[in-house]
């Protein structure tokens, strides 16, 4: 269960119980083609607490929490969902990963590669993160640099469209308690929904 990721507060009720701040950047290699992924997730304060207690309990501190945390999120693709031509795109393994605490809170760092590099001229590239049982919410932060690309062409761009859960949607997810899980996909229904493309 996803919520095995953290030693979890009785006093939490209502989904979702945490929060996720995501920054990406979209590598671009000399053809102009996305060709690998990193991703930053910035935990909320209540859960940093959390795990930073986690790693001063532990000799291997927070890399052991950041190998824990990659182990139990593998399998869910690490919350990435990317699309193209309306086909899932296949991720490889993590290339790099980093943990540190930035500002009270901590962060993750982790760069994928795309196992075919995506062409944004030939069709959009459309991404979620989201954590599926909505647990945790993730959506970008506020930044201006939330969503950056690198070596990408000129007249490449990106737009993002907020969920827009309805309210029986939102009642139901404000009724699970702490030990309930979301129904499969919960979490994409209250993901944002990002578009890359390049003319």
């Known amino acids: 269960m996803i919520a095995s990721l953290l030693l979890i507060s009785t006093t939490l009720r209502a989904h979702p119980h ?3 701040d995501v920054f990406t950047e979209w590598h671009f290699n000399p053809q102009g083609q996305i060709n690998r992924v990193t ?3 910035w935990f909320d304060d209540y859960y940093s607490v959390l795990l930073a207690d986690e790693a001063a309990a532990n000799p291997q501190g927070l890399s052991l929490v950041l190998e824990r945390l990659l182990r139990n999120v593998k399998p869910h693709h690490y919350f990435l ?3 193209y031509q309306g086909m899932k795109v296949a991720l490889g393994p993590p290339e790099r990963t980093s943990i540190r605490i930035h500002e009270h809170r901590i962060e993750i760092e982790l760069s994928l590669s795309i196992r ?3 062409d944004p001229t030939q069709s ?3 991404y979620q993160v989201a954590e599926p049982t909505y647990y945790f919410e993730m959506l970008h932060a506020e930044e201006s640099s939330a969503i950056r690309f690198k070596d990408a062409p ?3 761009r990106y737009s993002l469209d ?3 859960p309805d309210a029986t949607l939102i009642a139901y997810a404000a009724s699970l308690g702490i030990h309930e899980q979301g129904s499969p996909g919960l979490g994409h229904q209250f993901a944002e929904t990002v578009t890359i493309r390049c003319e």
């Open 81 to 83: 969902q990317l699309e």
């Open 39 to 41: 991703m930053r997730w």
């Open 18 to 20: 945490n929060w996720i």
């Open 124 to 126: 959009d590239i459309i």
């Open 154 to 156: 000129y007249d490449c």
């Open 116 to 118: 075919t590099p995506l």
């Open 162 to 164: 907020p969920a827009t």
